[in-house]
């Protein structure tokens, strides 16, 4: 059992370059979360999956999309990179229900560089 | 929208004393949950504990306690008999309920000092 894996761990673009970022998660979640992290600003939620076929913006979508492209899976893509989205990027996952219902566990996270 | 405050951005603490870290949050809501997650250095975001609004008991987690005070909208997070590996930064988060979206505090930075 992986829980949510993320890759790459590292990338390093160049400001107009594309890329998409790939989660994964193998305990059969129905929400997906991307966030980002940047130093005094703590985590800020770019998209979310409710469940599959769904997506909605979150807090900071501007520069992103994102697709569910099963139940397992959610990308992350920067069609044109900017030096704003230098950031730290997690996903994460939670349960519709249950007795952890809303707790959302997290990937390793990507640390990437645009310059 | 909901709002989570964690004013404090570092406190230091001797190993084996007890540390208390601040959270406030701004709601309409009556039904919430709320949690307290670590980031140690290797980055990954790890739940420390959780409360359910409508649970009057504090959560507990071995060293790990809250003191949740509904009408004050005040959460925080005390670590008792601090240990170096306590080192972290240290997030407040806030769900409300009807959806599972989670809104972050900034965090605070801890540091366990020998």
């Known amino acids: 059992n992986a829980g949510v894996t993320q890759t790459p761990k590292f990338q390093v673009l160049k400001t107009g370059q594309s890329m998409t970022l790939q989660c994964a998660q193998d305990?059969?979640?129905?929400?997906m979360y991307w966030y980002r992290q940047d130093p005094g600003m703590g985590l800020r939620l770019i998209y979310y999956?409710?469940?599959?076929?769904?997506?909605d913006k979150g807090e900071v979508p501007n520069g992103y999309n994102v697709s569910r492209l099963n139940k397992r899976e959610f990308s992350l893509r920067l069609e044109s990179a900017a030096p704003s989205q230098t950031s730290v990027y997690f996903c994460?996952?939670?349960?519709?229900?249950?007795?952890?219902?809303?707790?959302?566990?997290f990937g390793p996270g990507t640390r990437l560089t645009v310059l | 929208a909901q709002t989570v405050t964690q004013s404090q951005p570092e406190m230091s603490v001797q190993e084996a004393e007890t540390v208390t870290l601040s959270c406030t949050y701004d709601?309409?809501?009556?039904?919430?949950?709320l949690f307290w997650y670590k980031q140690p250095p290797s980055r990954q975001m790890i739940l420390v504990i959780r409360q359910e609004a409508y649970k009057q008991q504090n959560a507990t987690e071995n060293r790990f306690s809250v003191n949740f005070q509904k009408a004050a909208k005040s959460f925080s997070l005390k670590i008792s008999d601090s240990q170096l590996g306590d080192t972290a930064m240290y997030f407040c988060a806030f769900n409300g309920g009807a959806n599972s979206k989670l809104t972050f505090g900034k965090g605070i930075t801890l540091s366990v000092r020998p």
């Open positions: 305990m059969n979640h129905n929400s």
């Open positions: 999956s409710a469940s599959e076929g769904t997506t």
């Open positions: 709601t309409s809501e009556s039904n919430y949950y």
């Open positions: 994460a996952s939670s349960e519709a229900g249950g007795p952890r219902y809303n707790e959302q566990f």
